[in-house]
């Protein structure tokens, strides 16, 4: 009985310490980070008469106990093929980005049939036996920190903004509108300039495509590259824009037909149903690095040249698939927008078709059913409002669009109608969040700060006054004929003096405003030209302009204020000038500034 007892515990404990080593074995990630699960799936190859991105579909059930979510996986060649350059394999990839702390179980399904990667009628479908397609993982605290986006979650649009789900952060948009072509680059896989563009009216361009060559020194030891060190130069890019404060960057991932005719997702520019598997791969590598160094992923699906070239404009399956693979691949990212296209729209200069109404709402609607990261939708305008009316109208109310990606040409009247945007939305019942990101006039844009010192309009005009008017963030476009222009820019440093003085903008916005809470009130300055945001009876602020006299009224409010002054050209901690407080009940005068009378300031007022 001794020796069948002691076989007992013996047998006993081995059984317990082999479920603790199993425990022990489950991987562990942090939240909001995005996880890459790789499954043995049948070989084959971008150009296989099986095509893989039609002819099968990838699904993996990610479950929790507050949630289960579906995300579509898709073909990844050998897994490895930013590395390779791979255009064949038996591997297949899931990238699933976890909201929930805890314990997360997955299981995959590979499904085969016609055109099965558009219809995903699996019930008719033949399902391919994955080994190992199921596992747990369990989700801890991001240990990251801020501008990291791993540190605060997903981004949506909210009530006319841009918020952080999970931290509640409110997020300003900063940053780069050009070049539109920035993933022409020579170190991605199959990249290259169909033709040189030399029309009236659009940027001129040569046989090059970008070398970003003044960036690799800002390129770090530790950065990614791939290889042998391949892409360190639009790496450094990104960590140079991220130094000065900006957080976003626009871009097209598909300009066939549209004017750098350099950048597409696919194996050729004629086949539209076959992806290039290892220049996407090392696309992902460079939003991985955008998205820790807090750079937003403009993704801008077309131009107004191609917007009829997938299926007519049609939700048809070339731009079903597209839309697919974008979303499969890329839409694991924190900090992401579907923009539906740069100038969508019929536009005069153009001699192709136009989308309509019904195809733009259509798209919307596709994307936001299949995204399972509901990351924000918007659509960019034509740059007039007799072309951007008859498509913005259609489209008031609908509740599958989040928002403008504004292009106006005249940065006299950009807050106006900046606030027009924003009151229509809302008296349609869903309003919508307008960026300023592309300022006119077409052919000039933001110039080299060589060639606009101090960027007065600018600074004045569209980014403090857009943003002092609602908008929900700012993005400068170069112009057409700017030696460092939206097509061929190889050097942000061009405009360095442009990133500061956006950056002390959107740190004023950030440090000492709820923004969010705030509407625009112009009139309560009494200087032209002056632009004004408030929260009435709480806090105030507004940009001056030429500063030499000027009174605020505050007849809405009552109390006492702290009145600070802020140098929007150099920005710096908050300042005091002949009067440092002033009181509620009436109109009021602001005194003088710290000093340097005659120029710009911004006044803040806050509730004592």
Known sequence: ?????????????????????????????????????????????????????????????????????????FYAADGNAAETSADSGSVWQVRFNPEHLGEWKYSASLFKGDSIAISQNIESAEEITLPNNKGMFEVVPSQKKAPDFRSQGRMIADNGYFRFEHSGNYFLKAGADSPENFLAFKDFDNTYRMEALNKDGEAKTTGEIHFYEPHVQDWNPGDPTWQNGKGKAIIGATNYLASKGMNAIYFLTLNIKGDGKDVWMYRSTDDF?????????????????????????????????????????????????????????????????????????PAPWVGTGAQTDAQRKAAATYIKKNDPFNHPVIIHTLPNEDLR???????????????????????????????????????????????MDEIGMWHTGAKVDSADPNHPSLTHLVLWGTLLSGSAGVEWYFGANSPQNDLTSEDWRQRDQLWEITNHAKIFFEEYLNYWEMKPDHGLIDKP??????????????????????????????????????????????????????PGGSKQDLGSPPSKIKKDWVVLIRKR
């Open 389 to 435: 009316e008859p498509v913005l109208n259609s489209l008031l109310g609908f509740t599958d669009l989040d928002g403008i990606s504004l292009q106006h040409h005249d940065r006299e009247d950009a807050a106006e109608v900046v606030m027009d945007l924003k009151e229509k939305s809302m008296n349609a019942g869903h309003e919508w969040l307008v960026t």
């Open 1 to 73: 009985m001794k020796i069948k007892h002691i076989i007992l515990l013996v047998v006993s404990a081995f059984l317990f310490l082999s479920c603790i080593g199993e425990q022990d074995s489950i991987p562990q990630i942090q939240q909001w980070h995005p996880h890459t699960i790789s499954f043995e799936g049948p070989n084959t190859s971008e150009y296989s008469s099986e095509n893989p991105f039609m002819q099968y579909v990838l699904l993996v059930e990610f479950e929790h106990k507050e949630t289960t979510k579906v995300i579509r996986g």
């Open 273 to 345: 149903f076959r992806f290039d598997v290892s220049k996407l791969q090392q696309w992902e590598i460079l939003f991985q690095h955008m998205q820790s160094k807090g750079i937003m992923l403009h993704v801008v699906l077309q131009e107004t040249e191609n917007e009829t070239m997938l299926d007519g404009g049609d939700m048809g399956p070339a731009r079903k698939l597209y839309f697919q693979e974008l979303i499969a691949r890329f839409g694991h990212h924190n900090a992401l927008i579907w923009n539906l296209g740069e100038e969508n729209g």
């Open 529 to 582: 030209k002056s632009f004004c945001l408030a929260k009435h009876n709480e806090i105030y602020a507004a940009y001056i302009p030429n500063y030499s006299q000027a009174t605020i009224d505050m007849s809405k409010a009552s109390g006492d204020f702290d009145l600070f002054w802020y140098d929007p050209l150099q920005g710096g901690a908050l300042q005091t000038g002949s009067l440092t407080q002033i």
